[in-house]
């Protein structure tokens, strides 16, 4: 068997083996995935009268929704990098190496069924958000456009999550370490247009990666203009997805060897 082909089936028997871990213990996975639904229901209800000035007098809900499906992903980092940190510390890892396997499938396993739970709490987020009253204007390939972003996205992130567990020294600090790519979709346009914040704070949101990635969903969900936007979305997923792959699995490969 070719290495590449050895990687691939490593990676789906480790994919299913983290599908069944969330399954058996689901704890971390729902608290993953129901605390940005509290956030979409708190923007919305609490603070929604107040900033639907900001976004043009439209119903808060149509412009909030984009913007919190891409607190997932943000969120799914702390949980890869919680789940990564985990096993690097009590010694599975170690029973790994002992076995013929290709090395960065056991990352890659983890990635991958990251990336499935978080489309799945995006479905979720978005019949809440349905219900609760957000409608688009997005035809079928629209919505596969936006899922696959959201995908996309999912990989590039968890790929950083990944490194983050890699060179955390217990759980709890690989639950910290990704704190501020957490916060990176409240410092964008996600809750309210950039145009609204002050100078230094408005630049900011503009050039970090949220920002392009959320004006290209809501533009695929809502109709309105994308621009350069999706090359920029698809350039900073990429870019990240890069980064983070090198990085964790380089630095799997010195903490293992």
Not at 97 to 121: E, F, K, N
Not at 174 to 189: D, E, K, V, Y
């Amino acid at each position: 068997m070719s290495s590449l082909a050895m990687t691939f089936t490593d990676s789906k028997t480790m994919l299913r083996r983290n599908l069944l871990h969330a399954k058996r213990y689901p704890a971390l996975t729902i608290s993953m995935l129901v605390m940005p639904i509290v956030m979409l229901l708190m923007f919305n209800y609490i603070f929604g009268g107040a900033l639907k000035n900001s976004t043009g007098g439209e119903k808060y809900i149509q412009y909030l929704t984009p913007g919190m499906m891409l607190i997932i992903p943000a969120y799914m980092v702390a949980g890869i990098a919680v789940g990564i940190s985990t096993d690097m510390t009590k010694g599975i890892v170690n029973r790994f190496r002992t076995m013929h396997i290709s090395q960065p499938s056991i990352l890659t396993g983890s990635v991958l069924g990251s990336v499935i739970q978080g489309l799945l709490g995006t479905v979720v987020m978005t019949l809440v958000a349905v219900a609760i009253g957000f409608r688009s204007h997005a035809n079928v390939l629209e919505w596969a456009a936006a899922l696959g972003l959201i995908g996309l996205t999912l990989f590039a992130l968890n790929w950083l999550g990944a490194g983050f567990g890699v060179i955390a020294q217990n759980p709890e600090s690989a639950s910290n370490l990704p704190t501020p790519i957490l916060l990176l979709p409240f410092f964008g346009s996600g809750l309210v247009p950039t145009d609204t914040m002050p100078a230094g704070v408005k630049q900011f949101a503009e050039y970090q990666p949220f920002t392009p990635i959320t004006e290209t969903l809501r533009g695929l969900l809502q109709g309105t203009e994308i621009g350069h936007n999706g090359i920029l979305a698809v350039g900073w997923c990429v870019l990240l997805g890069a980064l983070g792959y090198v990085w964790s699995t380089s630095a799997f490969k010195r903490k293992t060897s």
